[in-house]
């Protein structure tokens, strides 16, 4: 069972749909004593990998001056970490990949993250416009050998506060009680 948990959400959108499904998420994992720290990656200073392998050569320290240190450094601690994002033109949100990105930062070095899960909310109807995150989020998790937890998608939501009474709310709390 999970004991410290990232969470990294790349909702633009305070108080959203994704904001929402992330924060019954962490009522879950809170009621079981998990240790959960969120991460608003729209709300960071991140810039994108540049690809310059300084980070292997110090031994995950980034060149970059960012908000991205703070990320690393918890992610050095946990056996968990949860995606979440709005789909965006039919993937998450570039303010999360970018996080995501970077921590190849810590290849060299290595996580104890053991599991991980991805919550998602989008417009449309059907859980195809979340493949192409669903594809990344998969391959992240096999080339770190990490097990997946579970993936959780929202479908039809346009404005905050439509996730209100969904299923989907249910199935982030237990999965935050359970991972």
Known sequence: MSKNIVVLSGSPRKEGNTERLVAVFIDGAKSADKNVIVFRTADMKIG??????HC????GVCAQKDDMPTILEELKTADTLILASPVYYF??????????????????????IKKAALLMTCGD???????????????????????????????????PGEIEGRDELVKAKMLGREI
């Open 125 to 159: 109807n059907t859980v195809e416009a979340a493949e192409g995150a669903v594809v990344t989020y998969k391959s992240i998790c096999a080339y770190s050998k990490w097990e997946d937890a579970g993936v959780v998608i929202a479908t039809g939501l346009h404005n």
């Open 56 to 59: 292997i050569k110090e031994k």
């Open 91 to 112: 993937d998450m949100t570039a303010q999360l990949k970018l996080a995501i990105d970077r921590t190849y930062a810590l290849l060299s070095v290595g996580t104890p």
């Open 48 to 53: 994108g990998c540049t690809g310059c392998e």
